[in-house]
């Protein structure tokens, strides 16, 4: 071993720039000894457990054969197996590198208690004491270590890839080669990492006397940066905490940020997608275990992004995507760091990628939703007046060219609201804003625009009511309280917006003013310009923004003389408590306990509460024509939006959102399904999530006020649907037949709730089919007399008795079944498997359709029914104008469910006959009741219609029956076998 260890103590390693330079003569290490491992697995093992033994005699013994023999094992390492694989690298060379790191520590221990030099001059360095042979095992084995890792992972990216593009069985055999390589185990890397860890927490200043040089501490950085290029990093967390912790320690003891550090990461964002979160992660990690200016590598990261010129960032996408990524998560992780340099990163909000300003706008959200603690009044100040900065870069931004950008925006903004993280300064422009969005050529930003509106109304600090009558109404309290005249309510409100406008024109100027030096001198400096400056210049602006606010704050005119400010003005004679009480009710200032003397301060705020939630009202209001407009629109999601604003707004009771609410009733018949759900749902919502029966069954009641004839029609749809799918339960029905029922109940109610049972009847005519004597007793009985309206909607329910008769197209429904058979046949049996659960669904709906089809009732001429139809279609008190709709509806009621229609239309004929003549015959009258006679003439018309119809179907019904007893009598004379 001695003989072994002379070259050694007599030359040092110096570590080549490549690996080919080691089989070169002439340098200064040349490796004389040639082996080859090509598929000689018995030989490569021979030699690893030969190297294993000779190490752990001796781990410097390196100089010569054994580093010769290690290097051609490496040469030849994509044909040595994975056994042998596993044992050159992590037995042999890593556990290497740990004898020796240990062996080092000993010494440093003993040199402790020793003095340098005899502690170096031990008989492994004998007879030169410079720790030269020591100094070379290090060199050798951080070289081939990372050597062997960069080889270990390029080979396993290599099968990972090949795993992802294969197909069938060469992917199955590729996924069991990569499964099968001994570096994808997180062991073996875990293992290399901690003896590099370990080797670099070792003091080789004192070995080197004096720093080690660069190249070493270099591979270092290459063996770890090797491995976070593997994008199956990110799923060991072990590993990547390994890889954290070496540089860590690059950083801190070896000072390699800057030389190796820094650019390798950014050559990581630069290529690989995984990067991002890699990169935040470790410098959120090192920022917040570190302290002082060695904690501020967010600064320095940021500053190197800023430094890159938008214009290439734009070329590349994944560079934009990759960098936008890293700053949200930085943002994400250290936002506290991140504020006082996120002002570097300023030239790429007007750079041409969008996804860099998308990111760049995330980090801004971040840091005003965790970047800010709690922290002194001075602190909290600047803090706002930041805020106020980052608000003002996310208000401009929705005007931003690229409608992604502006899309993004608003969903911070949405973000923002929900978190309550906007201030009611803010609030009025940001609403206004949205508004602008509204008109947006991009359907993506109306989308956002409108979650928006509805995300301030959801998430507002005023109440979950937003009627502007109701806050009308407590600001002209409020004035009153404060002796103020109405007349100053619109005033007042004027006063304050240009007090706004003034104030934001000021710190427009002060920012131009203020931002164009500093960005004159941050240009001049910003290449030569350390981190702690950095934070000096910070510091610098945040204290002349307080002296600014201080100074502002002396200036400040004196406000114009004003009762809401007057506070020496005697409080009103009137006050008292209770009013008090009154007035605050359901504010932020409702549980306020304070004596009259002192609530004319909380008065004052009370109105600018009340001030901004009008604001935010009227903006609403504002909103409401723009948003039932899209509900017009071609593109589905403007119409499913404009359907949630409406109701939401309802939800809220905004006064207006009946006017969509009754719009988006004709959406029902939309071809759709996306559109038919969003509508169903909404009124789902809105009239039947209450738990009181009574109370939706007035909801429903109301919505046919005031409803004109096509949104009636579509409302009975709807309704038709909700019974079909079992939406409404008896006892609403119950409920809606005690408002027709009840001698109480107003008649517009009578006829609504008698109007919206005919609708349901339509879904299920049982609801009618159990209540016949109530709508014979009250809708053909007295009431008639005082509305003939309830008479007639009596009617139109009666019908949905009358029987259901097969028409044409249900004939020919076995003819389109058949084509519909044969196609599924032609397309195969793939689809005629998948589709048994359709089948199923379709003899669902068959089933419902055959009792839909089935007779309805028929009632005998007898029925106390037709006594009474007749009855109201003879009363000539009716006024003429109003008899004939109620006629229309009692012939079609006769028609419908008589079984002998024809002899009722007559007699109705001949007493309507002898009320207009009452001489008798025609020729021979001398008198004619005019209005009688049109009555008569209408009657006719009318019946003759209904009798051509009614001959129609007893033809037809009679056709199918000769058929059905051909048909029967035909297959009963066939022989059987």
């Not at 904690?295 to 320095?300: P, Y």
């Not at 559109?675 to 009641?701: D, F, G, S, W």
């Amino acid at each position: 071993d001695s003989e072994e260890e002379a070259p050694a103590a007599a030359k040092e390693f110096v570590i080549p720039a490549s690996e080919e330079e080691l089989v070169k003569s002439g340098g200064n290490y040349f490796v004389h000894t040639r082996v080859y491992f090509n598929d000689n697995a018995e030989a490569a093992r021979k030699q690893l457990n030969d190297l294993s033994k000779k190490i752990e005699r001796n781990p410097r013994n390196l100089w010569g054969d054994n580093f010769d023999v290690m290097f051609c094992m490496a040469r030849d390492f994509g044909s040595l197996t994975q056994e042998c694989r596993r044992k050159l690298l992590v037995d042999v060379v890593a556990g290497g590198l740990a004898r020796v790191a240990s062996d080092v520590h000993k010494t440093h221990v003993q040199s402790q208690s020793q003095s340098q030099s005899q502690a170096y001059d031990s008989d492994t360095d004998a007879p030169h004491g410079d720790g030269t042979a020591t100094k070379n095992a290090l060199r050798m084995y951080v070289f081939l270590i990372s050597w062997l890792v960069r080889l270990a992972e390029k080979d396993l990216i290599t099968e990972t890839a090949s795993k992802v593009e294969g197909k069938g069985r060469s992917r199955r055999k590729t996924a069991a080669a990569a499964a099968a390589n001994f570096w994808a185990a997180a062991e073996n890397k875990e293992q290399v990492l901690t003896v590099l860890a370990d080797t670099l927490e070792l003091d080789l200043a004192k070995l080197w006397k004096g720093p080690p040089e660069d190249s070493l501490v270099q591979l270092f950085a290459k063996c770890v940066f090797a491995l976070l290029e593997n994008p199956a990093i990110t799923k060991t967390p072990t590993v990547q905490k390994g890889v954290g912790v070496v540089l860590r320690l690059l950083i801190r003891r070896y000072q390699q940020w800057s030389v190796s550090v820094l650019p390798s990461l950014m050559r990581l964002l630069h290529h690989h997608e995984h990067a991002p979160d890699v990169v935040a992660d470790f410098i959120a990690e090192y920022a917040t275990e570190s302290e002082g200016a060695d904690s501020n590598l967010v600064g320095s990261v940021l500053r190197e992004i800023g430094r890159l010129s938008p214009r290439d960032v734009a070329k590349e996408a994944t560079l934009a995507k990759n960098l936008a990524q890293c700053v949200c998560g930085i943002a994400e992780r250290a936002p506290l760091d991140v504020v006082p340099c996120i002002s570097v990163l300023h030239p790429h909000l007007d750079g041409e990628s969008h996804v860099m300003r998308n990111g760049i706008l995330q980090a801004l959200c971040t840091l005003i939703l965790k970047g800010f603690g709690a922290r002194g009044d001075d602190s909290e100040r600047a803090d706002s007046s930041v805020k106020d900065q980052f608000f003002r870069i996310l208000l401009e931004r929705l005007h931003d060219v690229a409608s992604y950008t502006r899309s993004k925006a608003l969903q911070l903004w949405i973000t923002l609201v929900e978190q309550q993280a906007v201030t009611l300064k803010v609030l009025p422009e940001v609403t206004k804003r949205a508004l602008g969005r509204l008109q947006d050529k991009a359907a993506q930003v109306r989308k956002n625009a409108i979650q928006l509106l509805c995300t301030l109304m959801k998430y507002n600090q005023f109440g979950s009511t937003l009627r502007l009558s109701d806050f009308t109404l407590k600001m002209k309290e409020c004035n009153a309280l404060l002796n103020r005249d109405e007349d100053d309510l619109e005033s007042s409100e004027e006063e304050s917006d240009e007090e706004e406008k003034k104030n934001k024109k000021k710190e427009k100027k002060e920012n131009k003013d203020g931002t164009s030096s500093d960005d004159a001198k941050e240009k001049k400096s910003s290449s030569d310009e350390s981190e702690e400056e950095c934070e000096k210049k910070t510091k610098k602006m945040q204290e002349k923004e307080k002296e600014k606010g201080e100074e502002e704050e002396a200036k400040e005119p004196p406000r114009k003389k004003c009762k809401v400010h007057n506070k020496n003005k005697p409080l009103p004679q009137d006050l008292d408590a209770t009013r008090v009480a009154t007035i605050f009710k359901g504010t932020p200032f409702e549980h306020i306990d304070l004596p009259l003397e002192q609530v004319l301060p909380q008065m004052q705020k009370l109105t600018a509460w009340v001030r901004d939630a009008r604001r935010l009202i009227t903006a609403v209001h504002a909103a409401v024509p723009q948003v039932a407009a899209l509900l017009g629109s071609k593109n589905n999601s403007d119409i499913v939006e404009a359907i949630e604003f409406f109701t939401i707004a309802n939800e809220f009771r905004v006064e207006v959102a009946q006017m969509g609410i009754r719009k988006m009733l004709t959406l029902v018949w939309s071809k759709e399904p996306a559109i038919r759900e969003a509508v169903v749902a909404a009124y789902e919502k809105l009239y039947l999530t209450h738990p009181n029966p009574a109370v939706i069954a007035k909801n429903i009641i109301s919505t046919t006020t005031g409803a004109s004839l096509a949104e009636l029609t579509s409302l009975e749809e709807l309704l038709t649907d909700f019974m079909r799918r079992h939406r409404i339960s008896p006892t609403v029905v119950d409920a809606l037949w005690s408002f027709f029922g009840s001698s109480d109940s107003a008649e517009d109610d009578s006829c609504s709730a008698l109007a919206v049972l005919g609708m349901l009847a339509s879904g299920d005519p049982a609801i009618v089919l159990d209540k016949i004597n109530l709508l014979v007793t009250v809708g053909l009985g007295p009431r008639r007399k005082r509305d003939e309206r309830i008479a007639r909607l009596a009617c139109v329910a009666l019908q949905k008795l009358r029987p259901q008769q097969q028409t044409q197209s249900s004939s020919a429904s076995p003819q389109k079944k058949a084509e519909k058979r044969q196609e599924d046949e032609e397309e195969g049996g793939t689809k005629r498997r998948r589709s048994k659960k359709e089948k199923e669904k379709e003899k669902e709906k068959e089933k419902e359709k055959e009792k839909e089809m089935q007779p309805g009732v028929v009632l005998k001429n007898s029925h106390n029914l037709f006594v009474m139809l007749i009855e109201v279609i003879t009363d000539m008190e009716i006024p003429a104008l109003k008899w004939f709709p109620v006629a229309e509806q009692v012939i079609s009621t006769i028609y419908a469910l008589s079984e002998k229609p024809d002899q009722l239309a007559a007699d109705v004929i001949r007493r309507l006959y002898k009320a207009a003549l009452p001489d008798g015959d025609l020729g021979n009258a001398t008198t004619c009741d005019v209005v009688g006679l049109s009555k008569l003439f209408f009657v006719l018309g009318h019946v003759a219609i209904k009798q051509l119809v009614y001959v129609e179907e007893v033809s037809q019904s009679r056709t199918e029956t000769v058929k059905k007893e051909q048909v029967a009598a035909g297959s009963s004379s066939r022989p059987t076998l």
